[in-house]
Structure formats: structure tokens, C-alpha cells
């Protein structure tokens, strides 16, 4: 079994050093490094307990299995309807996870509340609709500047690192470094559902504008969306992408070969192929 744990995971915990320290130490690891990591989502394990509103799967075991078996980080997203991980589980997984806890979270003052309060290490601004069945699109960072700019500065002043998730675009990018945000994810939904090879290369390489764009910006890079196993190492072969946010895939593989060994699988691909 490879145990992963990564440099990255160590300074995050490092609550001495105040954010703009800890972005800096991490942009030069990545520079020196250039490895990427993985959170796990671990949304779904908690989509089967409320399933049947009950107290299994928990997402608390789920994340200790990833975390064993090497993963980076975890990733949840604590929506307003509480489809599936609800504050209980935020609040217990801050004080499980050992590696980074990465919250999903959207902009309304509710949730931004309890994300000062829980004080995850990062947090990934998304927007949020009620009716969808995932994150459709990328945040729009331009329209909502002024509340983006508002989130980041109070993220901040409670030592949590900022990511917003954009579509490979120069206008959200911008706008997201102008904010002060200190990472953004790239949206790899319409990487994912390309099919000729031909529109697979396209997105790749608009992928790997805006990373560039988004590391010229000092921006930490990460993406994530509809990545899978056979998938994945288009992606990891773009140097600079730091931090892969994979859930369903990885939960699917898990029905039937466990979570450990689901995780411990995308970790061997992303290593492979960055
Ligand atoms: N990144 C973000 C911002 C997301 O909203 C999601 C879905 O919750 C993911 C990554 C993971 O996507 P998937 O479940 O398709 O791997």
C-alpha cells in the first residue's frame, strides 16, 4: 500500500503561519515538486445514508479510509438543501481529517457562517442551484465580485484558504485573483463529456491556457468535475495542476473494490501521469 501523505498536508495544518505564508510555501512546493495530489469528495457516502435517513454509511469512516489510503485531502460540500452531508458531519470531519479539509460550499450567509465557525483549511466557493443533481457550472466570479471579495477577506481572517471554481476562462480568473482568492479550480465537466478526440485535445488545451493564465496570476491551480479512472490522465499530464476533487468515480469504484482501494487506485494514475 503507498502511503501519500504530502508536504502540502503538513503546512496546511501549520496554524502558526498566517495564510498569505502558508500560499506561499505551497506555490513553491508546487513549483519544485510539480506533483499532484488528491482529495476524495466523499458527498455520495452520505447521498446512500440519506437514502433511507438513517446513520450508514458514515462519511467520517469514509474519509479515515481515504485518508489511509494516502489521500491528500477531503473534499465535501455542505449544500443548503443538506441533500447529503448535513453540519454534523462538517463538524466531525474537522476534527477527524487529518489531511486537508476542503469544504464546497456557495456564497450565501448561512453556510458562509458556519464555514467561519468550523474553520475547514480551504474552502471552494461554487454556485449552488436547488433543482440540479450536481454543480452545473462554474462559479461567475465577475458578476458576484463584490460578495466574492466579501467571502475571501472573512475566509481569510479565519486562516482559510480560498478556491473558486471557474470555467477555464480569463475573465473568471481574473476576477478571482483581483479578489484576493489564493486558488481557483478548473471546471473539467466539458473535458469529461468530450468525445471525438479532436474536442477532447481542444479542452485540454484550454485547460492548460487558463492554468497558465492562473499561475501567471499567482493563483494555486486545481481541478476537478466528471473525472473518472480513464479519464483522468489527460489532465494530470498538465503540469502545475496541483489538486484533483474527484467523488463520483472514485464512490462507484468503491461499491465494489472498497473505498480504500479505490482511492489508493487514482492516487497510483495520478502519479503515473504527472
Ligand atoms: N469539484 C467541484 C467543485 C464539485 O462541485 C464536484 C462535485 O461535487 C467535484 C469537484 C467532484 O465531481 P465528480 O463527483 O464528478 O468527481
Not at 119 to 128: I, R, W
Request: aromatic share 4%; net charge positive.
Amino acid at each position: 500500500m503507498i502511503i501519500n501523505l504530502r508536504p502540502t498536508a503538513n503546512i496546511l495544518q501549520s496554524n502558526f503561519l498566517d495564510v498569505n505564508e502558508r500560499r506561499y510555501i505551497i506555490a513553491e512546493e508546487i513549483e519544485g515538486l510539480l506533483m499532484a495530489v488528491l482529495n476524495v469528495n466523499i458527498d455520495h457516502v452520505a447521498t446512500v445514508r440519506q437514502a433511507r435517513v438513517t446513520d450508514e454509511p458514515d462519511p467520517v469512516w469514509a474519509a479515515t479510509e481515504c485518508e489511509l489510503a494516502g489521500a491528500n485531502g477531503i473534499t465535501v460540500h455542505l449544500r443548503q438543501d443538506r441533500r447529503h452531508i448535513n453540519d454534523r458531519d462538517v463538524r466531525l470531519l474537522k476534527e477527524t481529517v487529518a489531511c486537508k479539509l476542503n469544504l464546497e460550499m456557495c456564497m450565501a450567509e448561512p453556510i458562509v457562517k458556519i464555514a467561519e465557525q468550523i474553520k475547514p483549511d480551504q474552502v471552494t466557493l461554487v454556485p449552488e442551484k436547488r433543482a440540479e443533481l450536481t454543480t452545473e457550472g462554474g462559479l461567475d466570479c465577475v458578476r458576484h465580485k463584490k460578495r466574492l471579495a466579501q467571502v475571501v477577506k472573512r475566509m481569510h481572517k479565519k486562516r482559510i484558504l480560498v478556491s473558486t471554481f471557474i470555467a477555464p476562462a480569463k475573465a473568471q480568473i481574473t476576477a478571482s485573483a483581483e479578489t484576493g482568492c489564493d486558488a481557483v479550480e478548473l471546471h473539467t465537466g466539458m473535458y469529461a463529456n468530450a468525445k471525438s478526440q479532436r474536442a477532447i485535445e481542444k479542452r485540454l488545451r484550454e485547460l492548460k491556457e487558463a492554468k497558465d493564465l492562473a499561475m501567471e496570476s499567482n493563483l494555486i491551480v486545481h481541478a476537478g468535475h466528471g473525472l473518472t479512472y480513464r479519464n483522468i490522465a489527460g489532465v494530470a499530464q498538465i503540469k502545475g495542476l496541483c489538486e484533483f476533487n474527484i467523488g463520483h468515480s472514485i464512490i462507484a469504484r468503491a461499491v465494489f473494490v472498497g473505498i480504500r482501494q479505490a482511492t489508493a487506485e487514482m492516487i497510483r494514475l495520478i502519479d503515473k501521469f504527472s
